[in-house]
T-cell receptor, first 115, second 114 residues
Framework: EAQVTQNPRYLITVTGKKLTVTCSQN?????MSWYRQDPGLGLRQIYY???????DKGDVPEGYKVSRKEKRNFPLILESPSPNQTSLYFC??????????????FGPGTRLLVL | AQKVTQAQTEISVVEKEDVTLDCVYE???????LFWYKQPPSGELVFLIR????DEQNEISGRYSWNFQKSTSSFNFTITASQVVDSAVYFC???????????WGAGTKLIIKP
């Protein structure tokens, strides 16, 4: 089954404790992206990657890191989480070739609470 | 600049009523793509439809239909004979040919009462 998976689905942590949210897709997509969703603000892009070893900042990259060492994986790293990073996080992937309007497919989301 | 506006924050209707969710967009791109996604209470984002700027034909899929009008920069979504299972937040999004970024509306929360 074609899918984007994220782990963990739920996470409660404390301020300053490094964490990683994993994202993996099995569709051989070049493009992957991370979003956060907050009430009243919709979805905002954190980082995206056009392909292996190619990453770039989205709209709200502060406090986050990413890496793209393999095509299928795109982990999101919070080096020193803070309470304002409490949010619902989505990973997404799509093909990078073809038109720029290719559909993005989303993972199930990760609910993060930073105390 | 690109922008998507979903002016309806929340809509509440009784089951079996028809309901239309509005989406207005702004873009300078000649070629662009519009999307609707559904986010049920469980939280996942479900892709519903993709439309490109050269295809103004309305789309119907079961009880769902979409009305794309370039003249008014709108891409509205109608649910006919709504059901409780349609309760969700619906997002409209735009992708222009000038970049890969997906621009999201703020979402419309749809509540279908039994």
């Amino acid at each position: 089954e074609a899918q984007v998976t994220q782990n963990p689905r739920y996470l409660i942590t404390v301020t300053g404790k490094k964490l990683t949210v994993t994202c993996s897709q099995n569709m051989n997509h070049e493009y992957m992206s991370w979003y956060r969703q907050d009430p009243g603000l919709g979805l905002r892009q954190i980082y995206y990657s056009m392909n292996v070893e190619v990453t770039d900042k989205g709209d709200v990259p502060e406090g986050y890191k990413v890496s793209r060492k393999e095509k299928r994986n795109f982990p999101l790293i919070l080096e020193s989480p803070s309470p304002n990073q409490t949010s619902l996080y989505f990973c997404a992937s799509r093909v990078a070739g073809g038109t720029r309007g290719e559909t993005q497919y989303f993972g199930p989301g990760t609910r993060l609470l930073v105390l | 600049a690109q922008k998507v506006t979903q002016a309806q924050t929340e809509i509440s209707v009784v089951e079996k009523e028809d309901v239309t969710l509005d989406c207005v967009y702004e873009t300078r791109d000649t070629t662009y793509y519009l999307f609707w996604y559904k986010q049920p209470p469980s939280g996942e984002l479900v892709f519903l439809i993709r439309r490109n700027s050269f295809d103004e034909q309305n789309e119907i899929s079961g009880r769902y239909s979409w009305n794309f009008q370039k003249s008014t920069s709108s891409f509205n979504f109608t649910i006919t004979a709504s059901q409780v299972v349609d309760s969700a937040v619906y997002f409209c999004a735009l992708s222009g040919d000038s970049n890969y970024q997906l621009i999201w509306g703020a979402g419309t929360k749809l509540i279908i009462k039994p």
